[in-house]
């Protein structure tokens, strides 16, 4: 059976698999956010001239789904990498921010 998987289990993955290729220099924070933007920017690409409809879709074609699915990993990989780097909690952080923003916008 295999372990559950938690943020840090996978921020230590990401850090070895750095580690292992000698890229700890290059994730600086400024790196790392570039990063991030970037493959914001290619998960963004794949939805840019898809309908409202069409975008609900995406994930029934397998190849587009791949890639999605690619693009969220990548993009989740850098902030958490990010994260580390910064010596943020990202699970601690959006829950104080969803307190911030039920304050900021009570429901009706």
Partial sequence: MTE???VAKLQRRLAEFAAARDW???????????ALSVEASELVEIFQWL????SARVMDDPDTAHR??????DVLAYLLQLCEVL???PLAAL???I??????FPAP
């Fill in 4 to 6: 559950p998987l938690d």
């Fill in 24 to 34: 700890q220099p290059y994730h600086t924070p400024k790196n790392l956010v570039a």
């Fill in 51 to 54: 309908t409202p409809e069409e």
């Fill in 68 to 73: 999605v699915t690619d693009e969220v990993a």
């Fill in 87 to 89: 010596d943020i909690d």
């Fill in 95 to 97: 829950d104080a921010k």
């Fill in 99 to 104: 307190d911030r923003n039920e304050r900021r």
